[in-house]
């Protein structure tokens, strides 16, 4: 059984940066497309990004764009999400989630095996 753990997570002011970790135990996730998806109390999960197991990657939410970005590390068996410029509207759990194909998409259906997720709350 796949798992992923998310951490990075936390409290920030508006402005400020974090780094959200995605990794797993037992298997290599450069093997697989990532992605990273957030939801806001009240609100459904959105994709954010994806990158690809030949590390394409592709953003989706437009209000992200220009300041998050996807990596991965393949020694440390690690996809990261760069998080820059916070406002307010970005507080939500974060999570990532394994693709099903090896590009990206939109949709959360062609992801499975969801981590538990991260906090993210930016006031001031």
């Known amino acids: 059984q796949v798992q992923l753990v998310e951490s990075g997570g936390g409290s920030v002011r508006p402005g400020g940066s974090l780094r959200l970790s995605c990794q797993a135990s037992g298997w290599r996730l450069d093997w697989y497309t990532i992605g990273w998806f957030r939801q806001a109390p009240r609100k459904a999960r959105e994709v954010i990004l994806c990158?690809?197991?030949?590390?394409?990657?592709?953003t989706y939410l437009e209000s992200v764009k220009g300041r998050f970005t996807i990596s991965r590390d393949r020694y440390r068996n690690t996809v990261y999400l760069q998080m820059s410029a916070l406002q307010p509207e970005d507080t939500a759990i974060y999570s990532c989630?394994?693709?099903?194909?090896?590009?990206?998409?939109?949709?959360?259906?062609?992801?499975?095996?969801w981590g538990q997720g991260t906090q993210v709350t930016v006031s001031s």
């Open positions: 989630a394994v693709g099903t194909h090896h590009y990206c998409s939109n949709s959360s259906s062609d992801f499975r095996s």
């Open positions: 990158i690809a197991n030949n590390d394409g990657t592709a």
